[in-house]
């Protein structure tokens, strides 16, 4: 069964930095394309960034030049380095997993983030 | 790409239909031919479920009551008989351009 365990967050005062992992099972990471999706408290879903197989990454525009996507294939993890937090990072960040041209879709539970002093 | 969503909250009867709409400020038709707008179902507590793929095509396991349809601009979700298990926030998202974006959700409740 595929897993998605994301962990990394936490209460972190605004400016810090953290990281976000997402270790994956029965599930390939590098040969799929990767996302973090983040929900802020009582709100819809904002898609934060993508990784390619490829490699190629792309950003959003509220955290583009403060957060990296990146992978470690050895370990089949994805993670979010974030850094330059603000109090309107706050959100739960969910991993996911998929393909848009198949039926292959998979989340984590999520990873609480909390940005306040 | 500004997705919006309607109506944003769907009170409805078990056993009845539903349907939500989903607009694109721009069309969403992929240089490949294809058209990457997609329906997330999130039940809660829970994180979110993708149904529909490429407009209509559901995702395994998703109950054939759940359809997708709709070209350009203007998509629609619909439910052809509502059950208990279908409550909760339904997003629509597309993946032709970037940045990538959602809807801004449409909750559905049983009346």
């Known amino acids: 069964e595929v897993q998605l365990v994301e962990s990394g967050g936490g209460l972190i005062q605004p400016g810090g930095s953290l990281r976000l992992s997402c270790a994956a099972s029965e599930f390939t990471v590098s040969s799929n394309s990767m996302s973090w999706v983040r929900q802020a408290p009582g709100k819809g879903l904002e898609w934060v960034s993508t990784i390619y197989s490829s490699g190629t990454t792309y950003y959003a525009d509220s955290v583009k030049g403060r957060f990296t996507i990146s992978r470690d294939n050895s370990k089949n993890t994805l993670y979010l380095q974030m850094n330059s937090l603000r109090a309107e990072d706050t959100a739960l960040y969910y991993c996911?997993?998929?393909?848009?041209?198949?039926?292959?879709?998979?989340w984590g539970q999520g990873t609480l983030v909390t940005v306040s002093s | 790409v500004v997705m919006t969503q309607s109506p944003l909250s769907l009170p409805v009867t078990l056993g009845q239909p539903a349907s939500i709409s989903c607009r694109s400020s721009?069309?969403?038709?992929?240089?490949?031919?294809?058209?990457?707008l997609h329906w997330f179902q999130q039940r809660p507590g829970q994180s979110p479920r993708r149904l529909i793929y490429k407009v209509s095509n559901r995702d395994s396991g998703v109950p054939d009551r759940f359809s997708g349809s709709g070209s350009g601009t203007d998509f629609t979700l619909e439910i052809s008989r509502v059950e208990a298990e279908d409550v909760g926030v339904y997003y629509c998202?597309?993946?032709?351009?970037?940045?990538?974006?959602f809807g801004q959700g449409t909750k559905l409740e049983i009346k």
């Open positions: 998202m597309q993946s032709t351009h970037w940045p990538h974006s």
């Open positions: 996911r997993g998929y393909s848009s041209r198949s039926s292959f879709d998979y």
């Open positions: 721009q069309s969403l038709v992929y240089s490949d031919g294809n058209t990457y």
